[in-house]
């Protein structure tokens, strides 16, 4: 309930990401995710529709961007990164222009590795899988 989008939302694409989390070992623990993704139409993978990186950050193919800021997070599968819900900020034309709410659901994968680094600076891409849906909040 508390990802859930705010009374009176229309919700403008239902969308798929698939792409990786990218952990850096700072010495003492995996540092925060940053997302590289691509989002399709669809589950299968048909349809790329934006790009998915840091900020975080969805870069449409019809022109605009739109950055979220995380407002809520729940974690209901404990092998899999959080579920989250953004207040977002669009940019320019296209499928995002008018997208001011995010939810990232039914997450698959993507947690920190569960063994620590070797070395400072090192790696870790973990694949993962999530619905995106983007609104326009009232």
Do not use: M
Not at 34 to 63: L, R
Not at 92 to 106: D, E, S, Y
Not at 123 to 136: G, W
Request: with cysteine; hydrophobic share 40%; net charge neutral.
């Amino acid at each position: 309930k508390k990802l859930a989008a705010p009374v009176g939302s229309v919700l403008l694409l239902h969308a798929f990401g698939i792409g990786v989390q990218i952990y850096h070992w700072d010495g003492t623990s995996w540092g925060p995710a940053t997302p590289a993704a691509t989002i399709y139409a669809d589950a299968g993978g048909e349809g790329e529709v934006a790009s998915h990186f840091a900020g975080p950050t969805w870069q449409s193919n019809s022109g605009g961007s739109v950055v979220g800021t995380v407002a809520n997070r729940c974690t209901p599968d404990a092998a899999s990164i959080a579920w989250l819900s953004l207040t977002a900020v669009a940019n320019g034309p296209g499928i995002f222009a008018t997208v001011n709410f995010i939810q990232r659901l039914n997450t698959v994968g993507g947690n920190a590795p569960s063994t620590p680094g070797s070395v400072i600076g090192q790696e870790a891409r973990i694949p993962y899988t999530a619905d995106y849906l983007f609104y326009r909040a009232p």
